[in-house]
């Protein structure tokens, strides 16, 4: 059974702060991963993919890949209210063209 | 450029009824991807079409299947409805070639 694990948070950071978003998948052989985030009552919106090890830097979000230790991070910068959301994390399975999506992570940041 | 496109937006349907759910990708995706969310399970995958073929299924029973046409508009059915149908069913669509996927704003089913 492939799975993909996220603390469920909730997540709270102050505005202005650095939030920490983790993510660890057992599909060793994946090769695609993703980040979404979902507002409440809306649907998931792409804000990051990430393909190879290292750091993958888009304007406020920085995401990270370790394929190694099966693990996957989202960095947001400068944190902002509009940012309180929940972020899944997506990881394409190896042998197919499904995304396998953890249970999401809230984050709230607070003004 | 226009998103995925899911119509109807809600539904409440009785147990046993059949739904069909419609989704139009984004111009120029081929790939169409039907997702079930709901609070205990969150995100799961149901099936995947790509040139009106099925070309990946998930663990769902044979009441869910779906189709895709040549205009790549896919539509997804549930027969004989059951109280834990209800959820939020998400449509995503992904260019040839491409792994990223954009979603539908969604259909909210209910069945009472």
């Known amino acids: 059974q492939k799975e993909v694990e996220q603390n469920s948070g909730p997540l709270s950071v102050p505005e202005g702060a650095i939030a920490s978003l983790n993510c660890t998948y057992s599909d060793r052989g994946s090769q695609s991963f993703f980040w979404y985030r979902q507002y409440s009552g809306k649907s998931p919106e792409l804000i990051m993919s990430i393909y190879s090890n290292g750091d993958k830097e888009d304007g406020r979000f920085t995401a990270q890949l370790n394929k190694a230790s099966q693990y996957v991070s989202l960095l947001i910068r400068d944190s902002q209210p509009s940012d309180s959301a929940t972020y899944l994390c997506a990881v394409r399975e190896q042998a197919g063209t499904a995304l396998i999506f953890g249970k999401g992570t809230t984050l709230s940041v607070s003004s | 450029k226009a998103g995925v496109t899911q119509t109807p937006r809600y539904l409440i349907k009785t147990r046993g009824q059949q739904v069909t759910l419609s989704c139009s990708p984004i111009s120029g995706h081929r790939s169409v991807s039907w997702y079930q969310q709901t609070p205990g399970q969150g995100l799961q995958f149901l099936f995947e079409y790509f040139s009106e073929t099925q070309r990946n299924k998930g663990n769902f029973p044979g009441r869910f299947s779906g189709r895709q046409f040549s205009n790549s508009r896919s539509e997804m059915n549930v027969s004989t409805l059951e109280l834990g149908d209800s959820a939020l069913y998400l449509c995503?669509?992904?260019?040839?070639?491409?792994?990223?996927?954009?979603f539908g704003q969604g259909t909210r089913l209910t069945v009472v």
């Open positions: 995503a669509s992904s260019f040839q070639g491409s792994t990223e996927a954009f």
